[in-house]
């Protein structure tokens, strides 16, 4: 498997991961604990998070470690991103900037891994 | 009483509590912070390790790598490290600040550099340092505003006031 796809792969698993804290906001957000639609919140978040399991460990078959765990920071850019949509939360410009250097960082680790073949 | 109580309680924490190094941070965010950033980085190191051995035994096939990954001792470890980690942040949450907590634990994108280079013989490139320090500043400039616009903006939601208000 090329770095490209691992690349790849890694950005389907930190929207995966968004998707699940997604999912754990709208269950704390529910006013009634416990009705059947904060179970399905809840239940869609585990399902999530299994997934990515299975997503990162191809993943980190195929890159390394060093590369793989910062780049997963672009979670935090999904969870963003996500969130403006999905929950309609305003987003800050310092939150702006921080998804920028954080899209900067992981451009550079990319870019590293394409680099070095290893 | 719960652990967390019960380790308070000791005579010796208390002494160790109550120096003046930890006035403005206090001990037990400190031990929450760093096990935090420890647990983190074993998950990926461990996860790491167990990916690699299962390479060893079925060199190229990702699915057979999978399975015996999944098989393997150390992934049960890093699940245990991984509910133990969320045991502990949710525990950190409580007294701190998610704004405050969230740049420091990113600290562990340090961590899993060095200790890669170190036990998984990963070659870290200036380029990567670069990369990773683009990061930790991206994660302190999103940690830094403002924890909750949802009162503001979303107010019309009835559902997200009251879950946020809490």
């Known amino acids: 498997m090329n770095q490209f796809f691992a ?29 059947l639609g904060s179970r399905l919140w809840l239940a869609g978040g585990i399902c999530c998070m299994a997934v990515e399991a299975v997503v990162w460990t191809i993943v980190l078959q195929n890159l390394n470690v060093s590369i793989a765990y910062p780049m997963g920071s672009l979670s935090f850019v999904m969870v963003l991103l996500m969130s403006r949509i999905f929950l309609k939360e305003r987003v800050q410009r310092d939150r702006w900037i921080g998804l920028a250097l954080i899209l900067c960082g992981t451009v550079l680790l990319g870019l590293n891994s394409a680099g070095s073949n290893s | 009483m719960s652990l967390f109580q019960k380790i308070r309680s000791i005579r010796f924490y208390k002494q160790v509590e109550s120096l003046p190094v930890f006035k403005r941070v206090p001990l037990h965010i400190c031990l929450g912070l760093s096990i935090a950033i420890i647990l983190d980085t074993g998950v990926q190191i461990f996860w790491k390790m167990a990916v690699e051995a299962s390479e060893k035994a079925h060199n190229a096939d990702t699915l057979m790598n999978l399975i015996s990954t999944f098989e393997n001792p150390l992934f049960w470890l890093v699940v245990t490290l991984f509910l133990l980690q969320l045991a502990n942040w949710l525990k950190v949450l409580e007294h701190a600040d998610l704004s405050y907590s ?14 890669s280079a170190v036990l998984l013989h990963e070659k870290i490139t200036p ?39 809490q």
């Open chain 2, 127 to 165: 380029l990567q340092v670069a990369g990773i320090s683009f990061v930790l500043v991206g994660v302190w400039f999103i940690s830094k505003s403002d924890h909750n616009t949802l009162s503001t903006i979303a107010a019309s939601d009835s559902h997200s006031t009251s879950g946020a208000a």
């Open chain 1, 7 to 35: 690349i790849l792969l890694l950005v389907c698993a930190t929207t995966i991961e968004a998707a699940g804290q997604l999912c754990f906001k709208k269950k704390s957000t529910r006013s009634a604990d416990g009705d």
């Open chain 2, 102 to 115: 969230q740049p420091i634990t990113s600290l562990s994108y340090i961590s899993v550099g060095v200790l």
